[in-house]
Antibody
Framework: QVQLVESGGGVVQPGRSLRLSCVAS????????MHWVRQAPGKGLEWVAF????????YYADSVKGRFTISRDNSRNTLYLQMNSPRVEDTAVYYC???????????WGQGTLVTVSS | EIVLTQSPATLSLSPGERVTLSCRAS??????LAWYQQKPGQAPRLLIY???NRATGIPARFSGSGSGTDFTLTISSLEPEDFAVYYC??????????FGQGTRLEIK
């Protein structure tokens, strides 16, 4: 069945960089848009970024625009989130999610925890 | 940005009861609304999309309705595994995609 596996989380200092990865399997990765969604500890869900199936279109939440970059490598079935200049308020579990036709999230990874702390 | 407001914040009910959760949008999202269920330590699971369509594998006791600004998720008869947090999500006018703050469904 569809599987999304995130990695790359950990503790990072404010202002440093971190790259998250999400490896997809059991579906045609190159045919679907993908998202990153995050959840701060004990809080609700926040959409972070979207990339179209071919990488030609990218959209970001205002809270991360200019600091985070979403990208993908369809030859490796892998989605990325480059986190530059992270802030304490970026601390969260980051989920990758497959985009269903009308930009809902029909499959999710298990999440990777990012803690921004000095 | 479209704000989604869910009510109530918390509900305490017993298995077998019927429950209706509410989600109100700050402006019309047409029928571009979804519902998710999240259990502790797990990723969310898509239940309903386009306001009233059940996602693959979702039991028939879950149903969604509404359009424009007012939406509801109904569980016809609560099973023990249904106690969780429920989120609504809109993509009617995006970016950004936004979520409601969640409704926690607790066992009474």
């Amino acid at each position: 069945q569809v599987q999304l596996v995130e990695s790359g989380g950990g503790v990072v200092q404010p202002g440093r960089s971190l790259r998250l990865s999400c490896v997809a399997s059991a579906f045609t990765f190159s045919s679907y848009g993908m998202h990153w969604v995050r959840q701060a500890p004990g809080k609700g869900l926040e959409w972070v970024a979207f990339i179209s199936y071919d990488g030609s279109n990218k959209y970001y939440a205002d809270s991360v625009k200019g600091r985070f970059t979403i990208s993908r490598d369809n030859s490796r079935n892998t989605l990325y989130l480059q986190m530059n200049s992270p802030r304490v308020e970026d601390t969260a579990v980051y989920y990758c999610a497959k985009s269903q036709g009308n930009f809902y999230f029909d499959y999710w990874g298990q999440g990777t925890l990012v803690t921004v702390s000095s | 940005e479209i704000v989604l407001t869910q009510s109530p914040a918390t509900l305490s009910l017993s298995p077998g009861e019927r429950v209706t959760l509410s989600c109100r949008a700050s402006q019309s999202v047409s029928n571009y609304l979804a519902w998710y269920q999240q259990k502790p330590g797990q990723a969310p699971r898509l239940l309903i999309y386009d306001a009233s369509n059940r996602a693959t594998g979702i039991p028939a006791r879950f149903s969604g309705s509404g359009s424009g600004t007012d939406f509801t998720l109904t569980i016809s008869s609560l099973e023990p595994e249904d106690f969780a947090v429920y989120y609504c999500q809109q993509r009617g006018n995006w970016p950004p995609i936004t979520f409601g703050q969640g409704t926690r469904l607790e066992i009474k």
